[in-house]
Structures are given as C-alpha cells and as structure tokens.
C-alpha cells in the first residue's frame, strides 16, 4: 500500500512548457508539503499546506503553484518551464505541520528533465 | 547560511567497517530526525532525538543527540551494502519549517 504517491516518476518536457506533478497520500495526515532536490542533493522546501490552507510558501517563483483540492491532494503546476527547474521533486506529507514530532513521509519522487 | 552543516559529505568505505557521520549547527533545536534516502527513493525516517545527550540504538546504528541540542551524530558499527545511500540531518528551522542538511553519501563496498 503505498502511502505518498506522486506521479509522474520521470517527466521529460521542452523550455516554455507547462507541467503539473500529482500527489497523493492515503495517510490521513493533515499537511503535505512539496520539497525540490537539486543535483547536489539538496532537499529544499518549496511549499506546505495544512488541510487545504497554504502555510509554507518559499521564494519560488510565481511559474511554480501549488494546488490543494482536498488535505489528501496536493498538485505543483510549473509554468513557463526553464532549464533550471530541472530536479526532483518530492511531495511528502506529515500529521500535522513543523516539527520533529510529526514526521515526514515522503512520496518516491519526480525527475523532471527540462531540455 | 545553512542551517544544519553534514560531514562528511561523501564516504566511501569496505563492508565491515564502522564509520560516524555528523550534523552540525550553531542553533539550538527541540529536536532533530535522521533519514536516509536510496537512490530513486524519497526520504525515510530512521529516528527522531528530543533530549540533549540522548542516545538511540536502530540495530547496528547509533544516534546521538548533543548535550546542547546544536548537533548529532550517526554512527554505523560493521557497515554493510545495504547501509548504502543518502543519510540526510532535519530540524526545526522556525517558522514551522523542517530545514535539511546536504546529506553524507555513503557507499558501503562488498
């Protein structure tokens, strides 16, 4: 049973196109979360959302947003794709939002390729 | 600035072996977690140190949570392949925001 899950796993797309990465989790858990990895593996957060409300919004640029349809779901659509938003991205989710009391659990990623 | 500064950042070592890795900040935090990331995998929690000092056993790893609550370490004892990936230090970094450590890549060789 998987608990995060975000689709797609690889995502190959051109400059100037717009994307959307899905993310779902089965956990009940209350706060889900978008985290980019760069090429030196670096997890960065990007946004959290607690039952559908934003909490966490970092300096992204607006090309990036997230959607929250219901606290299970949490989508990132990226506009205007650019070079430098290849990574990967991991959607994660928690039982409630911050600290080292509510762990993270996160979903298996999306490489996204942008050419 | 990072917040949570991880050395070191690549190990490379021989089954068998034990090594330590460590997590280091000048900040104080309430707690702090340890995850480990395989490739092609997201993040797994390994354990959670709250108290300063306080020492948890996971098999053959050990987890240490400093007197000041600035820093931890990880310590494998007769590494094996399996122990292979990315080994990744978070804490609270305010504001409801669990901050990362750029991670130690260990790989353990048969």
């Known amino acids: 049973d998987t608990a995060v899950s975000q689709t797609p796993k690889y995502l190959v797309t051109q400059m100037g196109n717009d994307k959307s990465i899905k993310c779902e989790q089965n956990?009940?858990?209350?706060?889900m979360y978008w985290y980019k990895q760069d090429s030196k593996k670096f997890l960065k957060i990007m946004f959290s959302?607690?039952?559908?409300?934003?909490?966490i919004n970092e300096t992204v640029p607006n090309r990036f947003s997230p959607k929250s349809p219901d606290k299970a779901h949490l989508n990132l659509h990226i506009n205007s794709l650019e070079l430098g938003d290849s990574a990967v991205y991991f959607c994660a989710s928690s039982r409630s939002s911050g600290t080292g009391n509510s762990p993270l659990h996160f979903g298996n990623g999306t490489r996204l390729t942008v050419t | 600035t990072q917040l949570l500064e991880q050395s070191p950042q690549f190990l490379s070592i021989q089954e068998g072996e034990n090594l330590t890795v460590y997590c280091n900040s000048s900040?104080?935090?309430?707690?702090l977690q340890w995850y480990r990331q395989e490739p092609g995998e997201g993040p797994v929690l390994l354990v959670t140190v709250v108290t300063g000092g306080e020492v948890k056993k996971l098999k053959r790893l050990t987890f240490q949570f400093g007197d000041a609550r600035k820093d931890s370490s990880l310590h494998i004892t007769a590494a094996q392949p399996g122990d292979t990936g990315l080994y990744l230090c978070?804490?609270?970094?305010?504001?409801?925001?669990?901050?990362f450590g750029k991670g130690t890549k260990l790989t353990v060789n048969p």
């Open positions: 956990l009940g858990h209350d706060t």
């Open positions: 900040s104080v935090f309430s707690s």
């Open positions: 978070t804490a609270d970094g305010g504001s409801e925001k669990l901050v």
């Open positions: 959302y607690n039952n559908k409300e934003l909490i």
